[in-house]
């Protein structure tokens, strides 16, 4: 159920302006990625290219291949839609749907495309979801309340849950803990210890120490100054680059040097 | 902590109770003051139709009879169902329309054809409803007539398209159908607005589950809209059941209750009726005029009632915790 990235040469536009400039790498699956990188380096736009969401934004677009298992997500006649059915994408800050219930968000992407699953199917994926996403236990008795109601924690973990109730192949997450308390951001970071078995994760966070503790790979991104484009400097398993990067800006950032 | 004005105002104002500085003051006089004069405008409205209103209401039948226009209930519920009648007929046609181009406005068009569209809508605002009068009754009736007729032959076994066809075509769905032009860009720009102001996040999210742009706006955006469009339905809604002058000038109405739209029985509405009857009207017979009045006045009332009972009945799904 986890698939691999290969992205090749990907530069991301905004208009006439470059954001991300020739990225190469490959994501491994069942395997954690986290993006690092100062502010305005690209890194969440570059996430968002791989489930095609900066189309949302007026103006972008974008040059190179993304493939995942060998498929091209910008290949002609690739529907966008069915390429963030497959990868699941969970948000900066929490953003349940406000006038639905707990079952309902979590089931929100389900009913969009299966809505003559019987409800006994639907009532058992919603808990498989949310035993997933370790908030089964605290939200059992209220499913039908709303999902506005829980804290800022529970509330991205009912994100985590709608986007894998959908069984995605790849889970990306854009600074998932950066509205959260610590003790939220531990059981997030344990979430993700426990998805990846399952699927290939990518993390953009600013949060050194998060890379360190969650991720097999680290890629560090930056930029050689404003308007400048962003771009990867370089990646490698998180050990190697948290202890001896090859390029001197990767260890300058990340001995807090600058950024 | 626990004084803080002690501590960062200092000695000045040791002892005195919580010095407000003079804008603060004025300003809270000056809101104070704009929220009392609506309660006392209303009131004060309330009053009139009460006062005026009154003799009609207690007067006794037989001489509303004779110097009246007849006994009150029974002359004032066909105008009452007329008002009704069209402004719902008017809501019906006009609210999914203005929705649609409300929807087409905020998240469909490309922005150089989306400024424009919502300018024109506001121009169709402007327009004084005399000139809607005027439309309406020289060019729109005449003009559906024939629409009315294929109606009547074709549809006629729905009972609201029965009956015999009016041959002038100043029916109430006429009227309702210029009811509803009036009403298209009040409903149109409020709901505009609200749809632009759903969250992002809340769209995002939706996009990220694989939603098409539809289903994205079923998602996240009517949810969140929904208390703004019943407001602005709700605006509509005044402004079609007290609109006076269009349909005067449209409808050429009676005192028959029916359901049927295209007939020449049709009701008047009370705002209609009044401005009719009100030049010649004397004694009595005005304030029988004015207690018609009340009585729209109560419908609307209701109305905005059972509106603001719908949108707080799901309040805790607002969005608003």
């Not at chain 2, 006089?29 to 405008?41: E, F």
Request: some cysteine.
């Amino acid at each position: 159920m986890s698939k691999r990235i290969e992205i090749t040469d990907l530069n991301v536009y905004y208009g006439s302006f470059r954001a991300v400039e020739d990225v190469t790498m490959t994501i491994a699956p069942k395997s954690v990625t986290a993006f690092i990188g100062p502010s305005g380096c690209g890194k969440s736009t570059f996430l968002r290219t791989l489930n095609r969401m900066h189309e949302v934004i007026p103006g972008a677009r974008v040059e190179g291949e993304v493939l995942l298992d060998g498929e091209n997500l910008y290949g002609p006649g690739v529907d966008p839609v069915r390429v963030r059915r497959q990868v699941g994408m969970v948000f900066q800050r929490p953003n349940p749907f406000p006038t639905m219930s707990i079952k309902e968000n979590v089931l929100a992407g389900i009913n969009l495309n299966n809505r003559r699953m019987p409800s006994s199917a639907k009532d058992e994926l919603a808990e498989h979801a949310l035993r997933g996403a370790n908030l089964w236990e605290e939200v059992k008795n209220r499913m039908n309340l709303p999902g506005s109601g829980l804290s800022g924690g529970q509330q991205q973990r009912l994100c985590i849950a709608r986007a894998i109730a959908m069984e995605p192949e790849v889970l990306l997450m854009d600074e998932p803990c950066s509205a959260l308390d610590p003790i939220s951001t531990l059981a997030i970071e344990d979430l993700m210890n426990e998805l990846k078995e399952k699927y290939t994760i990518v993390i953009v966070t600013h949060n050194m120490q998060q890379a360190a503790r969650v991720s097999d790979v680290t890629a560090f991104f930056n930029i050689a100054g404003t308007g400048a484009p962003g771009r990867l400097i370089e990646s490698g398993p998180t050990d190697k680059i948290f202890s001896a990067p090859d390029v001197k800006a990767t260890e300058d950032y990340i001995s807090g040097r600058f950024g | 902590m626990t004084n803080p004005s002690a501590g960062l105002i200092g000695g000045a104002s040791a002892g005195k109770a919580d010095p407000k500085r003079v804008g603060d003051k004025v300003f809270g006089a000056l809101a104070g003051a704009s929220g009392i004069m609506i309660l006392v405008i209303l009131a004060a409205v309330a009053t009139f139709l009460l006062v005026q209103g009154a003799p009609a209401l207690f007067a006794d039948p037989a001489k509303l009879i004779s110097q009246g226009y007849g006994e009150f209930a029974s002359w004032v519920l066909p105008y009452a169902f007329g008002t009704v009648w069209a402004a719902t007929l008017a809501l019906a046609m006009a609210v999914p329309v203005a929705i649609g181009i409300a929807l087409f406005i905020s998240h469909y068009a490309p922005r150089r054809l989306a400024q424009p569209l919502g300018y024109v809508i506001d121009l169709l605002a402007a327009v004084p409803s005399v000139v809607f009068g005027l439309w309406g009754a020289e060019l729109l009736a005449p003009a559906v007539k024939g629409l009315y007729s294929w109606l009547n032959a074709n549809l006629g076994f729905i009972p609201l398209f029965s009956g015999q066809v009016s041959g002038t075509g100043r029916t109430i769905l006429t009227a309702a159908v210029v009811l509803a032009v009036m009403v298209l860009p009040i409903i149109t720009s409020l709901s505009r607005e609200v749809f632009l102001q759903a969250p992002r996040l809340h769209e995002e999210a939706a996009l990220a589950l694989g939603a098409t742009r539809w289903e994205m706006i079923r998602m996240a955006v009517l949810p969140f809209a929904r208390p703004g469009i019943i407001a602005a339905v709700m605006l509509g809604l005044g402004r079609a059941l007290g609109e006076t002058m269009a349909v005067t000038m449209v409808l050429s109405g009676g005192r028959s209750i029916s359901f049927e739209v295209l007939t020449s029985q049709n009701p008047n509405t009370i705002a209609a009726t009044i401005a009719l009857n009100f030049p010649e009207a004397f004694g009595l017979k005005t304030n029988q005029l004015i207690a018609a009045g009340l009585v729209l006045f109560l419908i609307t009332l209701v109305v905005n009632m059972i509106a603001r009972w719908i949108v707080s009945r799901r309040a805790e799904y607002s969005g608003a915790n």
